[in-house]
């Protein structure tokens, strides 16, 4: 019979693994930056001597790719209609234009390493499909 010493499911302790990110509602008009999205965007920002003040990363969306859409990635400066997505335990930004921000609602950025390589991804919850180059999609 199971007996209960007043742990949680968890039992306590931890392992060493990110706790998993809480996606927001693909209506919220937000996004999420993982931890280890924004600790690889402020290296990354630092190597390029950029200002984390004024500028982040930018992600758009823009017509284009065999499924219709495709994602942009750059440093940029903040533009005063950028919605703005701040990971505060970083002190980077992640900005997206009021535009995209309707195809990337509710999205988590993310970043891994891999032997089969490394790099940023976009979990998006707005996807109805994707082509097999893994660069566009469709809403």
């Known amino acids: ?7 949680d499911q968890g039992h306590g302790h931890d392992h060493g693994t990110a706790a998993p990110v809480e996606a927001p509602s693909r209506f919220s008009g937000q996004i999420v930056v993982t931890d280890k999205a924004a600790a ?7 190597a390029e001597k ?4 004024t500028t982040g990363l930018r992600i758009g969306v823009q017509g284009g790719g065999c499924s219709g ?3 942009s990635m750059d440093f940029e400066e903040k533009r005063p209609d950028d919605k703005v997505f701040t990971h505060v335990g970083a002190g980077v930004m992640v900005l997206v234009d009021p535009r995209s921000i309707l195809h990337l609602s509710g999205t988590i950025l993310d970043y891994a390493e891999g032997l089969m390589g490394s790099g940023f991804s976009i979990k998006n919850p707005n996807v109805k499909s994707s082509c097999g180059c893994g660069n566009s999609f469709s809403t």
Do not use: I, T
Request: hydrophobic share 35%; net charge neutral; no cysteine.
């Open 69 to 71: 859409l495709s994602y």
């Open 40 to 46: 690889k965007l402020k290296e990354l920002m630092l």
């Open 50 to 53: 950029k200002d984390p003040a």
């Open 1 to 7: 019979m199971p007996h209960d010493h007043g742990h």
